[in-house]
């Protein structure tokens, strides 16, 4: 079955550091992958894709992420974090056979020092 | 592009009361999705919409649960005889059909609390 992983709950990091957030999946094809974020009490917006092609995929906001088949990891970067990237983050897991439906990981609660 | 839109954003009621809420998707998507969110959790599927036509329901979807899509516009999900368990935050997405590749746009989702 698939699965996602993401193994940090909570993470702060400094405004102006560098931040990765981990996602691990669990899926035998290649998959559709998703990064999402989330603000309090609102809903989902898309941050990126992969579906194909181009390991490192470029989102919106300045993040990107790289899709490791090796590894099973689909990691979400951003070189210099801003107050107001402070939010949920949530990875997940689409594929063909699926009908479109997403598997969510837990979630990484970001927060960010001044 | 109004985005998706969800009605109530906040439910309360009482347990054993009968709640409806409504989905507005992208009015070109053809896909309708809801899922439901715990505190602390990712949202987990619970039923998905191709037009009209209902083509997946989540185990996690009781017979309390009932969800439409009339006409392939709008859906609403029902829930009969709520239970304390069913506290959640209830999420509607949509996305343009034919692949599974297509992102899934949020709404803004439906608060529901039991007392």
């Known amino acids: 079955a698939q699965s996602v992983t993401q193994p940090d709950i909570h993470i702060t990091v400094s405004e102006g550091a560098s931040l990765e957030l981990r996602c691990n999946y669990s899926?035998?094809?290649?998959?559709?992958l998703f990064w999402y974020v989330q603000s309090p009490g609102q809903g989902l917006q898309l941050l990126l894709k992969y579906f194909s092609g181009d390991t490192l995929v470029q989102g919106i906001k300045g993040f990107e992420a790289e899709f490791k088949r090796s590894q099973s990891s689909f990691n979400l970067r951003k070189p210099s974090v801003h107050w107001s990237d402070a939010a949920e983050y949530f990875c997940?897991?689409?594929?063909?056979?699926?009908?479109?439906?997403?598997?969510f990981g837990q979630g990484t609660e970001l927060s960010v020092k001044p | 592009d109004t985005g998706v839109s969800q009605n109530p954003r906040h439910k309360i009621t009482k347990r054993g009361q009968n709640v409806t809420f409504r989905c507005d998707p992208i009015?070109?998507?053809?896909?309708l999705y809801w899922y439901r969110q715990t505190l602390g959790q990712g949202p987990e599927f619970l039923t998905y919409?191709?037009?009209?036509?209902?083509?997946?329901k989540s185990r996690l979807l009781s017979d309390r649960f009932s969800a439409e899509r009339p006409k392939g516009s709008f859906s609403t999900l029902e829930i009969q005889r709520t239970e304390q368990g069913d506290s959640a935050m209830y999420l509607c997405?949509?996305?343009?059909?034919?692949?599974?590749?297509?992102?899934?746009?949020f709404g803004d989702g439906t608060r529901l609390s039991i007392l």
């Open positions: 899926y035998g094809a290649t998959p559709y």
């Open positions: 009015s070109e998507h053809n896909r």
């Open positions: 919409f191709q037009n009209e036509a209902q083509l997946e």
């Open positions: 997940a897991v689409g594929a063909q056979n699926q009908g479109g439906k997403l598997i």
């Open positions: 997405a949509s996305s343009l059909g034919g692949t599974s590749n297509q992102p899934q746009h």
